[in-house]
């Protein structure tokens, strides 16, 4: 969290940021009423753990919402300029 970020889609917004943080739940749901009806266990032979992103972006100018990655790599393709 310490690399300059700079917009990817605006190009200006250098220090107005919501750093998203993602914490996923497995959940089981009634495939009729979509009631969550539980967790799934770990151990549940289907289950698959949750490999997105931990950290999103959103500019705080233009609302652009992407990867954590494209701000710090917009920021560095810009410092080469």
Do not use: W
């Amino acid at each position: 969290m310490e690399t300059p970020y700079l917009c990817p889609s605006c190009g200006t917004n250098r220090s107005r940021f919501h750093v998203i943080e993602q914490v996923a739940h497995s959940v089981r749901k009634d495939p009729k009423t979509g009631e969550i009806v539980g967790s799934i266990n770990p151990d549940d032979p289907l289950y698959i753990p949750y490999s997105g992103e931990k950290v999103r972006v959103q500019c705080g100018v233009c609302g652009l919402i992407e990867s954590e990655q494209q701000f710090i790599k917009a920021a560095e393709r810009n410092r080469l300029m």
